[in-house]
């Protein structure tokens, strides 16, 4: 069936009263929409369907007796103003009367809109007269707005007429005044979604660079220049063709988007949530495996989105200064190419990019620059013209541009705004043809927020802050990057470090494998080149170690010390590792991760100076730790109490737990004991550690504690960071666990600290020892496949070290805590780390003879947790 076949179906009703051929009309709409989709043009599809809105909404008009009624008309407003509807967007009206209607005729109305709504149609409508039209523009620039693109359906032009001219008179909205209102609207549309369009889960028509974005300019030029065809900015010269040609693309683009959107989710939905984006992925013809054909549709959207951005800022600024008339000094000469105007780069004549190295030398201009803040809008279309110009080769290829890259790379004033301008405006994608592979990508994971260059480029802002006079937070890196005599390694290690991605492979092997290809070409020394290979290549290393690692062990830090061989490989990787956490996820970046890479490079420093001496090292640290603890408690506790305790806990606690730590743990084990040494000894604190709360359990060891206690804490939305297990020599339990809440900080309510606290008592004093855990899996999750894996590495000759990797399932932690009691384990240690929607936990444990396991053992267990993790999964 075509759209001709639909409109004569509708026109063939006879009666307002049969509703149901209303809705099988409006039934085969949506049949032919979805039918259609994957061989029709998608602008014919929108456009489409408002025709055939237009169609069944004029016949109703006229079957419910309001045709003829004088002095009224249903206008469409909104989006269906503009003649353009997605399969489920809404249908907004307006129905315009000269005066209050009459209960006849309201009761029409009523019949008329009662009719839509039966046929299940989202109208959102409003009855006013042009009095009400115009107090309402007044109030309201959404109001305003979807007047500027009303259209009349059916009734009364004249009256139609009036009311636009009311409306759009200077005196409701003057264009300055709608401009800046529009403007305004814009920037906080934006900062709802922090001002970047790299969302997990997108709004295809609010995020920037979206629908919105393109629309925005539509309702300036329709209010300021009376145009209703956005072909005319090209002759009012805010457009080249070309321009406008590709704004018209990207919106079919991302129309097309929205369109297969909608029929996935059956209703109108403009989020691509998780939910749907395979299934969206598939009906625009991406065919791999669901998480390869997400990650290519989106890539796609993200390289739509960053166009759309760069037309719109271009035109918007153009808007501001024409309709504004914001006056323009001639500014501060910078060159014979370039002037300053009000902090903005402007050029002086329209041949600045004479070839691709002008790119270059202009980017040295901007960082020689400190007082300009941004581009003007001749400048940004020169340089995306530029940038299409010479395309024919990627610039890597001339040696002039080479080598005017490397002194952009040892100018860390560059990585300021002329970074910003490289990133936003594809030079980078000229120049490296590795950088352009990696535009847009995406990974269809909760870990990775950004796509690969939108994270790149934030890493790089992150390490350039550290050489800056307003860095407080980071002063080792501060410290380590002022003492740089080639920052230029730093920072291309930081270009490079993902570059690899998306190849199939180890990317970082790959990324490395790059450095070597880019340092011939740009004449770095072979030892330049291989510190900024090996940094590529190992710049996970260091977070591994941190966070899947006991870094309190011996051998854990003289193999990371031996593997960096040296304090400057240290540092470069230390401040390398910190930007790339802190660029990888804005929720992830925590005091707990900050704790523990800052232990592991003060441990791996010492080590380094003392000759790999760690075990000696650690005792030292040991020693001084019982030091300062006792100072603390000098004047609350004897020296032979504190003595007596402390000498059934290893010299490992000393080194792991800070002074401060010791002498809490002490002092509340102490008064404890001396009031109730039987009971079990709960205890929560917000003072000891700035990564989280911390929570004591101190009395009788027990099977399947931990599970008990990770069971309660997991039902109370609590996520636990670290897990210290001692047991005693006379077989008490001595734990110490860092949990933070929902938004990754500390236990602030000591209300909530004491309901924890009597949660865990009551749970332990239970007969039994299950916990019911109600939380149900996020909707997010249920879309994500991790595969559970389970591996096994030495500890030391009486501890295994099991790395466990799966869903971030409720629970999880308590199932594992009940396998390990069913194999008789001892739990020693826990390191519990959230990668998005993986759970990458640690556990350290020793079989029922207090001995490592044996290869049948690890294998009985590994087979055991799989089946029963996948078992709890698939009835989640």
């Not at 960082?367 to 024919?392: H, M, Q, V, W, Y």
């Not at 890259?405 to 936003?424: E, S, T, V, Y």
């Not at 039902?715 to 210290?724: G, P």
Request: net charge negative; hydrophobic share 40%.
């Amino acid at each position: 069936m075509d759209l001709q076949t639909l409109q004569k179906n509708v026109t063939a009703i006879q009666d307002l009263s049969d509703i149901a051929s209303f809705k099988r009309c409006v039934q085969d709409c949506y049949t032919w929409l979805n039918d259609s989709f994957s061989s029709t043009q998608v602008d014919d599809l929108v456009t489409g369907r408002a025709d055939f809105v237009d169609t069944l909404l004029t016949h109703a008009w006229t079957l419910s007796g309001l045709k003829d009624v004088p002095d009224l008309s249903l206008v469409a407003v909104g989006g269906y103003g503009r003649g353009q509807l997605q399969p489920y967007s809404d249908i907004d009206l307006l129905i315009l009367s000269k005066k209050t209607l009459k209960p006849a005729v309201g009761d029409k109305v009523s019949a008329f809109i009662t009719l839509l709504w039966d046929c299940r149609l989202d109208v959102g409508q409003a009855v006013r007269t042009i009095k009400d039209c115009v107090e309402q523009a007044k109030l309201d620039i959404t109001v305003a707005t979807n007047i500027v693109e009303s259209r009349c359906l059916i009734g009364s032009e004249t009256l139609f007429a009036a009311m636009l001219e009311k409306v759009n008179h200077k005196r409701v909205w003057s264009s300055k005044d709608f401009f800046s209102a529009k403007y305004e609207e814009q920037k906080q549309r934006h900062s709802k979604f922090n001002d970047t369009s790299y969302n997990l889960e997108p709004n295809v028509k609010e995020n920037p660079g979206c629908l919105r974005d393109i629309q925005s300019i539509g309702w300036v030029a329709k209010k300021h220049f009376k145009e209703y065809d956005g072909y005319e900015l090209v002759g009012h010269g805010y457009f080249t063709e070309q321009e406008h040609q590709e704004l018209i693309n990207c919106r079919s683009q991302l129309w097309r988007i929205r369109f297969a959107l909608h029929l996935v989710a059956g209703r109108s939905e403009n989020r691509l949530l998780f939910d749907y984006q395979a299934d969206v992925a598939h009906k625009l013809g991406f065919n791999d495996s669901d998480k390869k054909s997400v990650e290519n549709m989106m890539k796609g959207f993200f390289r739509i989105v960053r166009r759309v951005t760069e037309l719109n800022t271009m035109l918007l600024q153009r808007f501001k200064v024409d309709i504004l008339n914001t006056s323009v000094s001639s500014g501060r000469t910078l060159n014979d190419d370039f002037v300053l105007c009000e902090d903005k780069i402007s050029p002086r004549h329209q041949h600045v990019f004479k070839q691709p190295e002008d790119v270059f030398t202009f980017l040295e201009l901007v960082a020689n620059t400190p007082d300009s803040k941004g581009l003007d809008f001749e400048c940004i279309r020169l340089l995306r013209n530029a940038r299409r110009e010479f395309s024919s080769a990627y610039w890597v290829e001339y040696p002039s541009c080479r080598e005017a890259f490397m002194r952009l790379m040892k100018n860390p004033a560059f990585f300021n705004l002329g970074w910003d301008i490289m990133h936003l405006h594809g030079i980078l994608q000229a120049y490296l043809p590795q950088w352009d592979n990696v535009v847009g990508m995406m990974q269809f994971d909760l870990f990775h927020a950004y796509t690969v260059d939108e994270h790149t480029y934030r890493l790089v802002k992150f390490i350039a802050h550290y050489f800056s006079p307003l860095n407080r937070a980071f002063p080792r890196c501060g410290n380590i990057v002022k003492n740089l005599d080639k920052p230029e390694l730093l920072f291309i290690a930081g270009i490079f470090h993902d570059i690899g991605k998306g190849r199939g492979g180890d990317h970082s092997k790959l990324g490395a494998a790059d450095v070597i290809e880019f340092g011939e070409k740009h004449g770095l020394s072979s030892d330049d080149t291989a510190m900024i290979s090996w940094l590529v290549e190992s710049h996970l290393l260091m977070s591994v170690v941190a966070q899947r690692r006991d870094i309190y062990d011996p051998e854990v830090i003289n193999d990371f010390a031996s593997t960096v061989k040296s304090t400057n490989h240290l540092n470069l990787l230390y401040a390398l590792t910190l930007a790339d956490i802190r660029a990888t996820n804005d929720n992830l970046w925590n005091d707990w991760k900050s704790s523990l890479l800052k232990e592991l490079y003060v441990l791996t420093t010492n080590a380094l100076e003392n000759g790999l001496q760690c075990q000696v090292t650690l005792f030292e640290r040991a020693e001084q730790n019982k030091t300062d603890a006792r100072e603390l408690l000098v004047e609350k506790h004897s020296a032979e109490a504190i003595s007596e305790l402390w000498q059934r806990l290893d010299n490992s606690y000393f080194t792991r737990f800070k002074p401060v730590q010791i002498a809490w743990h002490t002092s509340v084990i102490l008064q404890h004991t001396a009031q109730n040494a039987d009971s079990w000894l709960i205890k929560m604190s917000n003072d000891t550690t700035k990564a989280g709360s911390e929570l004591l359990i101190y009395g009788k060891d027990r099977p399947a504690m931990f599970a008990q206690i990770a069971s309660v804490l997991d039902s109370s939305n609590l996520s636990i960071l670290d897990a210290h297990i001692a047991i005693t020599p006379d077989k008490y339990v001595f734990d110490s666990i860092i949990v933070t809440d929902g938004q990754n900080e500390k236990i602030a309510n000591d209300k909530r600290l004491k309901r924890i606290e009597d949660a865990i008592q009551t749970q332990l004093e239970k007969p039994t020892v299950k916990h019911d855990n109600n939380r149900k899996l996020s909707r997010r999750l249920k879309q994500l496949n991790v595969p559970t894996k389970v591996r096994f590495f030495s500890a030391s000759d009486d501890a295994t070290l099991i790395e466990l990797e799966a869903l971030d399932a409720p629970g999880l932690l308590a199932e594992i805590g009940h396998i390990f009691v069913d194999f008789n384990l001892t739990l020693r240690l826990a390191k519990i780390s959230t990668i998005g929607e993986r759970a990458e936990d640690i556990f350290i444990v020793s079989d029922e003879f207090d001995q490592a396991l044996n290869t049948e053992l690890q294998l009985a267990l590994k087979k055991q947790i799989i089946l029963q993790l996948d078992q709890s999964e698939n009835h989640s």
